[in-house]
């Protein structure tokens, strides 16, 4: 089994103007951005935080506390991933008592990653409020959880995939529609 791309659905453009956006969006939904912070889910999730921390501060003029959060020990699927899972550090240095935290993910998919980023999240503390702001909601939802802050809006098939990159850890931003192929 492997991947094709099929269809380039985001460019680096299209991302900054979603990300802009979004930080419209988290300001005007909270009137404004005293009591909120970001946390980026590892990987993708958190470059997308630090640029939305940068869009928010251009705009409102204020610095928001980003964190990033590594959800490896919270998956349901643990055990299917890998003997020995990878797990990095949780970098959020700050308070999220009594916040309202902003969670971060590049694609929301079938809200399981959420639901583990949830369970971490109140293992560090008791936020006033969880929001969740994705790049892409692709749909197929097996669990009762809704983004409140998308980018946009993909429907795809099972047999598809969404690819996410960032400059930062893929050297480019875009994201891709690819198609799963089996080998034939």
Known sequence: ??????????????IKRALTRIAHEIIEKNKGVDNVVLIGIRRRGGPLAYRLAERIESIEGIKVPVGI???????????TLSSQPQVHRTEVNFDINHKTIVLVDDVLYTGRTVRAAMDALIDLGRPTSIQLAVLVDRGH???PIKADFIGKNVPTSRQENIAVLVSELDG?????????VGDS
């Open 69 to 79: 959060l590594d959800i490896t020990l919270y998956r349901d699927d643990l055990t």
């Open 141 to 143: 939802r097996e669990l």
């Open 172 to 180: 480019d931003d875009k994201v891709i529609i690819q198609e799963i």
């Open 1 to 14: 089994m492997g991947v094709r791309d099929k269809n380039t659905i985001m460019d680096e453009m299209a």
